[in-house]
């Protein structure tokens, strides 16, 4: 896909959202913490300034177990879903969705193994984008804030 030329930093940024928010609208409900997962990886690709890499994990109830990132014959049977959207490194949560019936003590349960998952695949994404910018392991990568917030390389 060819962008148009952008005029600002803000047009980039809504016209990346558009193609997101268009692509995202096609998949299943499965597909969307890894579609938000991936989204986040491209637009650090790309070079737009954010705070974090944001990962996204999801959980299905099934009765008293907990499925965590169910495939699509999983979710047509479960009691209940719950996913979580968050920066790990900063513990901020930017998105949370449930729903069908939980309990208090399974919602915490399931909030915690999601938020264990998003730490872990924020480590292998911050991984992968560190061989995708220096191309070989050895570099110490990290991301800074700068005055405004925001997330540079």
Not at 15 to 25: R, T
Not at 55 to 69: G, M, Q
Not at 79 to 90: N, W
Not at 99 to 123: F, R, V
Request: hydrophobic fraction near 40%; aromatic fraction near 10%.
């Amino acid at each position: 896909m060819i962008f148009p030329q952008c005029s600002s930093f803000h047009e980039t940024v809504i016209y990346s959202s558009l193609i997101l928010s268009n692509n995202i609208s096609e998949h299943v409900a499965g597909d969307l913490p890894v579609v938000i997962s991936c989204a986040s990886l491209a637009l650090a690709d790309a070079g737009i300034m954010m705070y974090e890499l944001v990962a996204s994990v999801s959980v299905s109830s099934f009765s008293k177990n907990l499925v965590i990132d169910p495939i699509l014959e999983e979710e047509k049977c479960q009691d209940g879903s719950l996913m979580i959207t968050c920066m790990p490194s900063r513990y901020e949560i930017t998105q949370l969705t449930v729903t069908g019936e939980w309990s208090s003590p399974k919602i915490n349960e399931g909030m915690q193994l999601c938020l264990d998952a998003c730490a872990k695949l924020a480590k292998i994404m911050r991984s992968c984008f560190e061989k995708s910018c220096f191309g070989f392991q050895g570099v110490e990568w990290k991301f800074y804030i700068n005055t405004n917030h925001n997330m540079c390389f």
